[in-house]
């Protein structure tokens, strides 16, 4: 089966810009994540949904982060207006999640973001 | 709380085994999971435990699991030069039909010729 996809793989923007982040999950996985990755740590969960109805966006800075799963597959991550410490890998992950199933998440590659 | 930990690096003659270690703070986590990174890309699930259970073999890896100390560990046997990475320990926690997963910092394994 085909992973799931992410683009770009890498941004550089200056600050005060914005940028958006896509993520197709593998088929058939109800739930999608986004994470945000700083260097020296561990993936932080950003936002959770199951379907296109949102799980979890405890941890996203809702003042400039925004995020969507239009017909509850692709999703869109995006940053407006970008700071510096906004420079990380934002991570897609997604995964079955029906009973019995383990709860193994899928990663994409990622998108390195630079904000400068 | 929501805390999982795991010291920084780790480094290791090939051929030897190695051990990493991860504390977790919930009980009432369901699973565990050690994941591995390498370079530029994302995280790939190496294993995984239930909770109830105290150890899991598969292959080279072993997980154990001490759920009194909350202290979970992977050992690795006959480490190779595929195997550097970064290594993250997590733990799930289960609500309706989703669930969370809470990773740690991550250990960079590196081995030694």
């Known amino acids: 089966e085909a992973g799931v996809a992410q683009s770009p793989r890498y941004k550089i923007i200056e600050k005060r810009q914005s940028v958006a982040f896509w993520c197709n999950p593998i088929s058939g996985h109800a739930t999608l994540y986004w994470y945000q990755q700083i260097l020296g740590q561990g993936p932080k969960l950003l936002i959770q949904f199951q379907n296109n109805g949102v799980v979890d966006d405890s941890q996203l800075p809702k003042d400039r982060f925004s995020a969507e799963r239009l017909k509850g597959v692709d999703s869109t991550l995006k940053i407006q207006p970008a700071k510096l410490e906004d420079s990380a890998v934002y991570l897609c992950a997604s995964s079955l999640d029906r009973r019995g199933s383990y709860g193994e998440q899928y990663f994409g590659p990622g998108t390195r973001l630079t904000v400068t | 709380g929501e805390d999982v930990e795991q010291s920084l690096f780790l480094s290791v003659r090939e051929g030897d085994s190695s051990v990493i270690n991860c504390t977790y703070t919930?009980?009432?986590?369901?699973?565990l999971y050690w994941y591995k990174q390498e370079p530029g890309a994302g995280l790939q699930l190496l294993t995984y435990?239930?909770?109830?259970?105290d150890m899991k073999q598969d292959q080279r890896l072993t997980v154990l699991l001490n759920k009194k100390d909350k202290h979970l560990s992977l050992r690795i046997a006959d480490t190779q030069t595929g195997d550097s990475a970064i290594y993250f320990c997590?733990?799930?926690?289960?609500?309706?039909?989703?669930?969370?997963?809470?990773f740690g910092s991550g250990t960079r394994l590196s081995i030694r010729p």
């Open positions: 997590a733990e799930s926690k289960a609500y309706s039909s989703a669930s969370k997963i809470i």
């Open positions: 435990i239930f909770s109830n259970m």
């Open positions: 919930d009980s009432s986590s369901t699973y």
